[in-house]
């Protein structure tokens, strides 16, 4: 117990074997309740604000579990304005609370109580360039916190990723969150061709449309795509345009060539899904189509492809969920 935050303690003890703790003979005043959690697995310490006066106080005291930040993680890069948060549970957690933060000035950009699920997408459209922080702390079904995490700071760059693919050479290009990589094998243009990888940020709204089942709290950090089969997506959409260096003129790779994709992904990032239905689709002005090509990894979560055009592609799911029925025969 400390009179403010740079006092000297003014009593301080330890818990009986039962959990409890006592001060006796406390002046009256105000003072900081400083608690320390007994193993590593404890947040450092906490504090809180107590009035002492004529009558003695009992008060309960619940320390926080830590719990880690999934995505983005610390001093990483977004390429996205309304990013998805994704943590780790709190296994007596019923619900979490979320706040974003810009790191210059502490400027309060989100801040949300009652998510029940570990992935959150924030309503707030970032600004490219700026660096933010966020944290999340964890709340029982009795309204006490029960774990919370370190913050982490990120930056948003939305710039396109632009690299050089020569006639000879191989050519690898690779998003910021490094998420994403192209490989160019050698003897696939004729030219020099200028390609543009690009995040898919429209993608909340055209062509990946419809009720993001992360946003807000709800239970899967995926969005539906509007067009066809009710595919979902894994958040993961991007553009990968080319064009000639000397005329600027759309390009296109030699007949029967082709490039690489690979995506990497998150469990978090599936929900409910049918995770060996993942696969790379591409936009063909109407429906997303799937890449023949495409081939998913389950245990090293990478989605790799070897389209031989450039276009709009996402990441989609064919499934949601698998439901077994048993067949009974009856004989009569």
């Known amino acids: 117990m400390i ?34 959690g007994p193993t590593a697995e404890y947040t450092g310490w906490q504090a809180s604000t107590i009035t002492v006066g004529s009558t003695d106080i009992r008060r309960d005291v619940y320390l926080r579990k830590k719990m880690t930040l999934l995505f983005p993680p610390q001093n990483s ?58 944290e999340i702390a964890a709340t029982d079904r009795n309204g006490h916190g029960v774990g919370a995490t370190h913050s982490a700071e990120f930056t948003v760059n939305t710039t396109p990723v632009t690299g050089t693919v020569q006639p000879t050479g191989v050519t690898i290009i690779t998003s910021r969150d490094n998420n994403i990589e192209l490989r160019f094998p050698s003897g696939v243009v004729s030219q020099t061709v200028v390609v543009n990888y690009a995040r898919n940020n429209a993608a909340v709204t055209l062509p990946l449309v419809g009720a993001m089942n992360g946003e807000n709290g709800l239970s899967e950090p995926t969005f ?20 000639y260096e000397s005329t600027g003129l759309p390009a296109d790779l030699l007949p029967g060539a082709s490039y690489t994709i690979t995506v990497d992904y998150a469990d978090t990032e599936t929900g409910t899904a049918v995770e060996n239905t993942l696969a790379l689709y591409w936009w063909d002005g109407n429906q997303w189509v799937k890449e023949p090509s495409s081939a998913v990894d389950t245990i090293n979560n990478i989605v790799t492809a070897a389209p031989g055009h450039f276009s709009l592609w996402a990441v989609l799911l064919g499934e949601t969920h698998r439901l077994y029925l048993p067949l009974v025969m009856k004989n009569y």
């Open 3 to 36: 009179g403010n935050a740079t006092d000297p303690p003014v009593f301080s003890t330890t818990t009986t074997v039962s959990g409890t703790f006592a001060f006796l003979g406390v002046p009256s005043g105000n003072y900081q309740l400083k608690t320390y």
């Open 77 to 134: 890069v977004v390429e996205t304005w309304s990013p998805l948060f994704c943590w780790q549970g709190s296994p007596e957690a019923v619900e979490y609370t979320f706040q974003l933060n810009k790191t210059s000035d502490w400027t309060l950009i989100d801040f949300v109580h009652h998510i029940p699920a570990t992935c959150y997408r924030t309503s707030q459209v970032l600004q490219n360039g700026v660096q933010y922080t966020w």
């Open 224 to 243: 539906r795509v509007m067009s066809n089969n009710n595919l979902v997506g894994v958040d993961r959409s991007f553009y990968v345009t080319a064009t």
